[in-house]
């Protein structure tokens, strides 16, 4: 009888634990999507209460920790238990680091809010912004729904997201080649770029830690990487440096550099 109550009082408070996530998972959600607006709206204000919504987020992760750490402490759970404990702690972490993440894009929002990106950017990075928070939501789906087929799925995906983000570095690239003036907006969408792509990351960790809870094994495939940016170079053209001689001495401007390798050599549609 009273290895019975033990039982239910594990079971109630590993409940408790996971709603703690769900619903971290659901602020990180949020704040990610908040961020968003404000970066597609240049919306200073709504970038500043993103930044301030960060902090809930981070209490509640300790309050997880804490939680976590006095359940393993109290009721010593093994095999499945304790994987589930465990897992909870590590979703945790991730999430936590979503949040910052999406803070960091909020932040670029206050620097860009008096500059105008041209369409094709503000359009890549829209598209960037929407794939990744349907990871973010379909992690969260999985582990409330214990769906280790749908982990899988979300998993994969994160291919996707690194290949949108390929096709932003090399567009933001190209665009400061073109025109310099344009380095500083650039440089900030870049940064604003590589910060969606690295919560990516952090919701494949999060499909991991749920396929391994609901499965009790580790996903056995290779994990999905589309992100070539480590491959991507400004392209070089051998007859720049004669125009750029003849340009010095007629007193004309300097050539820029007509694309990004890989991105071929049509100039981006800036209207």
């Given at each position: 009888?009273?290895?019975?109550?033990?039982?239910?009082?594990?079971?109630?408070?590993?409940?408790?634990?996971?709603?703690?996530?769900?619903?971290?998972?659901?602020?990180?959600?949020?704040?990610?999507?908040?961020?968003?607006?404000?970066?597609?709206?240049?919306?200073?204000?709504?970038?500043?209460?993103?930044?301030?919504?960060?902090?809930?987020?981070?209490?509640?992760?300790?309050?997880?920790?804490?939680?976590?750490?006095?359940?393993?402490?109290?009721?010593?759970?093994?095999?499945?238990?304790?994987?589930?404990?465990?897992?909870?702690?590590?979703?945790?972490?991730?999430?936590?680091?979503?949040?910052?993440?999406?803070?960091?894009?909020?932040?670029?929002?206050?620097?860009?809010?008096?500059?105008?990106?041209?369409?094709?950017?503000?359009?890549?990075?829209?598209?960037?912004?929407?794939?990744?928070?349907?990871?973010?939501?379909?992690?969260?789906?999985?582990?409330?729904?214990?769906?280790?087929?749908?982990?899988?799925?979300?998993?994969?995906?994160?291919?996707?997201?690194?290949?949108?983000?390929?096709?932003?570095?090399r567009e933001l690239l190209t665009y400061m080649m073109e025109d310099p003036r344009?380095?500083?907006?650039?440089?900030?969408?870049?940064?604003g770029a590589r910060n969606l792509e690295r919560i990516g990351d952090h919701v494949?960790?999060?499909?991991?830690?749920?396929?391994?809870?609901?499965?009790?094994?580790?996903?056995?495939?290779?994990?999905?990487?589309?992100?070539?940016?480590?491959?991507?170079?400004?392209?070089?053209?051998?007859?720049?440096?004669?125009?750029?001689?003849?340009?010095?001495?007629?007193?004309?401007?300097?050539?820029?550099?007509?694309?990004?390798a890989g991105g071929g050599d049509e100039k981006p549609d800036a209207s």
């Amino acid at each position: 009888m009273a290895h019975e109550h033990i039982v239910k009082a594990f079971d109630r408070e590993l409940k408790e634990l996971e709603s703690d996530i769900i619903r971290m998972g659901h602020l990180a959600a949020d704040e990610l999507e908040s961020a968003l607006i404000a970066l597609r709206k240049r919306n200073a204000e709504l970038a500043e209460e993103t930044i301030i919504k960060d902090r809930e987020v981070d209490q509640l992760q300790h309050q997880i920790e804490e939680r976590a750490i006095q359940l393993i402490a109290r009721r010593q759970p093994l095999a499945n238990d304790l994987r589930a404990v465990v897992a909870a702690l590590r979703i945790a972490n991730e999430l936590e680091r979503i949040g910052d993440l999406s803070k960091n894009i909020a932040r670029r929002v206050i620097t860009l809010a008096q500059e105008k990106p041209p369409k094709p950017l503000k359009k890549g990075l829209k598209r960037m912004g929407k794939l990744v928070l349907a990871q973010v939501r379909g992690a969260l789906e999985a582990y409330e729904k214990k769906d280790a087929a749908l982990a899988l799925q979300v998993w994969r995906e994160d291919e996707d997201v690194d290949e949108a983000y390929s096709s932003m570095f090399r567009e933001l690239l190209t665009y400061m080649m073109e025109d310099p003036r344009l380095i500083g907006l650039c440089t900030h969408l870049l940064f604003g770029a590589r910060n969606l792509e690295r919560i990516g990351d952090h919701v494949t960790n999060v499909c991991e830690s749920v396929y391994y809870v609901v499965t009790g094994e580790r996903i056995e495939e290779r994990r999905p990487k589309g992100d070539a940016t480590s491959r991507i170079l400004p392209s070089y053209h051998p007859d720049d440096d004669e125009e750029d001689e003849e340009d010095a001495a007629s007193g004309k401007p300097s050539a820029t550099p007509r694309s990004a390798a890989g991105g071929g050599d049509e100039k981006p549609d800036a209207s």
